[in-house]
């Protein structure tokens, strides 16, 4: 299977009783659960209690203790109200009969409205751009171990491709503004259940590096620790997998030992298609 099929796979969770699903991990030998993966998965779960004319507006979630990558996941959903245009869900993200995560979720009946949104900023193309991998491999000689043989190996569900990329190994102080260019490293099924799952599980991948630039600190560093506190997202529009969506991110402050980043999804034509807010820890361990 391809890393996207497996992706998708994982997002197919599992009912078990009512309101009641299990999630399965892929253990790719980290030590604990991406992060995304929870925040699509329990957004899975709460999608299938949710009539299907009703699409996410909003998620806000609480990452509250590191997930094991070789233990399933079992997403508890609670119906808390079904109006005549909204519908809420909250959901529990639980291992070892303790809770690692919460969200709540907000579903909408289509409708129209006022409408108005920010301007696309200025990016270069992503036909102009090398992917990450394509940046790993031109690195590889100068890249030390692990991270040369993780990279040669791993499989990724999406294709990045970084505006201004960076030396994780050698990073210099820059302005916490990030610019990346992203889809899916295959076609997906056209189902719009499944690409807010996708989006969400994306939407996690480069936020909290954000917070780092002004620092000079990559997240390769072994002194650092850096995990997602919260992780907050607003669905505009409809998103297409495969096709490039540009993330652009800030970072307006850090401090305590934690950073803000905030990002814009938006599609090739200029469409708002989502925003991310999600605060990290970032700091050294003692």
Avoid at 10 to 19: P, S
Avoid at 116 to 123: E, G, I, L, N, R
């Amino acid at each position: 299977m391809s890393a996207l099929a497996r992706l998708i796979a994982l997002l197919d969770v599992e009912e078990i009783e009512v309101d009641l699903y299990r999630g399965a991990n892929s253990d790719p030998g980290w030590i604990r659960v991406y992060g995304g993966q929870v925040v699509a998965q329990a957004l899975a779960a709460a999608q299938r209690t949710t009539p299907a004319d009703r699409p996410v507006h909003s998620l806000h979630s609480y990452f509250l203790r590191p997930g094991e990558p070789k233990v399933p996941i079992l997403y508890k959903v609670e119906r808390e109200r079904d109006g005549t245009s909204f519908s809420t869900r909250r959901v529990q993200a639980i291992q070892h009969g303790r809770p690692i995560f919460s969200m709540t979720a907000s579903f909408q009946a289509a409708e129209g409205g006022f409408s108005h949104q920010a301007p696309m900023p200025d990016a270069p193309a992503p036909e102009t751009l090398l992917s990450e991998r394509a940046l790993e491999a031109r690195a590889r000689a100068r890249t030390p171990e692990p991270w040369r043989t993780l990279w040669a190996t791993r499989e990724r569900p999406f294709d990045f491709r970084p505006v201004s990329p960076q030396d994780p190994f050698a990073p210099r102080p820059r302005p916490p503004r990030a610019q990346h260019w992203f889809r899916t490293d295959g076609e997906a099924p056209d189902d719009p259940r499944l690409a807010a799952c996708l989006l969400a599980y994306a939407s996690d991948m480069t936020l909290l590096d954000t917070c780092l630039l002004p620092h000079a600190v990559s997240w390769t560093d072994p002194r650092l620790q850096a995990a997602s506190l919260d992780h907050a997202i607003w669905f505009h529009a409809a998103y297409a997998p495969a096709v490039f969506h540009l993330i652009d991110q800030a970072s307006h402050v850090s401090g305590g030992g934690r950073g803000l980043n905030e990002g814009r999804i938006f599609a090739a034509d200029g469409t708002l298609v989502a925003s991310v807010v999600q605060e990290g820890l970032i700091r050294y361990r003692a």
